[in-house]
């Protein structure tokens, strides 16, 4: 089988498609339709000499498709280090944190906001284009909360804090800058550390709307992406 691209066919092309299907030689009518637009249409990289014969026969082909929008569609990083906002806002990416403290958001978010500014002169507030990823989960009380999602919670963070043995996820990482763990944070579940640390948003209805509240009137949060782990919920 074989795909072409609506963006890679000229509009003349297209008029035609249709009359091509009929044909006997379709493989070779259609090699010939992708190898001219390809050439022409601009929305492809040129095609490298080394990817064919000295006969002209192709033995091999890269492309390189351009996005349509300019200058780029918008995209969503994931990431927790100042670094990676710092590259966002020089090339006018977004950024969503994860399982980040209060203090660290803010850190990378102001990153974010000095990079945009110094090397695309773009003078936004802080909260803009960035985000976070974070546990919600409401019910009626958090005693009925912690009975529905507390195992699953457990069970995701044991899963995610061993799948990076250097300790990327380990509950250190977890603290704001220069924080030590305490006897509780080690000793307590991770559903328990979590939720101590503001890292999970789970309770009540009114609990939830508070911690909301309270990172917009923070660090202006305006975009949450729901991270719902809850494996073996039922």
């Known amino acids: 089988p074989i795909a072409v691209s609506p963006l890679s066919i000229s509009e003349n092309s297209k008029k035609n498609f249709f009359k091509i299907l009929k044909k006997k030689d379709l493989g070779s009518e259609i090699s010939l339709i992708v190898e001219k637009n390809l050439k022409t249409s601009g929305l492809f990289n040129p095609l490298d000499k080394k990817y064919h014969k000295e006969d002209g026969e192709y033995i091999g082909m890269y492309i390189h498709p351009k996005p349509f929008q300019k200058p780029h569609p918008p995209v969503w990083l994931m990431s927790n280090t100042p670094q990676t906002y710092n590259l966002a806002g020089m090339k006018g990416y977004n950024v969503i944190g994860m399982s980040n403290p209060l203090n660290k958001l803010n ?9 945009a500014l110094k090397h695309r002169n773009d003078k936004i507030d802080l909260g803009k284009n960035v985000g976070i990823c974070v546990i919600i989960y409401v019910a009626d009380s958090l005693e009925e909360a912690r009975r529905d999602v507390e195992q699953s919670i457990n069970l995701y963070y044991e899963f995610l804090s061993g799948s990076r043995p250097s300790g990327e996820w380990s509950r250190k990482s977890y603290l704001d800058e220069g924080a030590e763990l305490t006897n509780n944070d080690l000793n307590n579940s991770w559903f328990d550390f979590l939720l101590d640390h503001d890292l999970i ?15 917009i009137e923070s660090i202006n949060l305006q975009h949450i992406v729901l991270l719902q782990q809850f494996p073996g919920i039922e």
């Open 201 to 215: 948003w789970v309770g009540d209805s009114k609990y939830i709307k508070e911690k909301i509240n309270y990172y």
């Open 107 to 115: 850190t990378c978010w102001e990153q974010y906001k000095s990079s």
